[in-house]
Structure formats: structure tokens, C-alpha cells
């Protein structure tokens, strides 16, 4: 782990967001986000890929990194984002990215 950073309001010990940050093997990066706003509206499920890529002399694509973002709901104003930025064409840790998005214990409960 690289980092972490908790957010409380009004009572010392209630957590309404909790990030943590870390480096993976081959240069990758994840940060894994949980937060909850007590009266927020539903959060909606969503996954968003993308590429960070040029032309090069030749005219074929280069992927210089591959940005994943997924964002899994739990209760009303609560969910979890993980990001993930792993360089180059392909990643092992894709998998590992979305299950821990969707695994329950990730999300901070509200109060």
C-alpha cells in the first residue's frame, strides 16, 4: 500500500470515505475508494476503459497504459470506485480490480 486517507464529518469515528492507494507489480497503480453520503441518491453501477494511446512511425497504434474505472453501488449515497492505471497493452490485474469493487466488505457502511 502506498497510501491511505479516511474522511470524517460531524462525529469523530463515522467514515463516510476511505481511500487507499498502491503499486503493483509492472508499474501498475490502484486506488479503491469507499464513500457514503448519509440521504444520497443511488449511485449507478458503470465500468469505464480506456487508452492512453499514439501513432508511430510506421502508423500502428501504441498503447502507452489502460485506465479502468469501476463504480459498484451499495446503499443509497454509498459505493465504491476503483481506478486502475496499468501501463501497456494488456494487465493481469483487471480481474483483481473489479472483484474487489464488488466484493461488500469494501463498502463503507452508513450511518
Known sequence: MAGAHT???DRPGVIYQATVLGALEGGAVVS???ACVPGGAA???QTVRSANTS???AGNTVVHARLL???VPGAAGCSVQVYLNSPGV???WDTAAISLAHDPGA???PR
Open 43 to 45: 449511485v449507478v453501477e
Open 90 to 92: 494488456g494487465t493481469s
Open 55 to 57: 501513432l508511430d512511425l
Open 69 to 71: 474505472l469501476e463504480i
Open 32 to 34: 479503491a475508494t469507499a
Open 7 to 9: 474522511v470524517e464529518r
Open 107 to 109: 463498502q463503507v457502511a
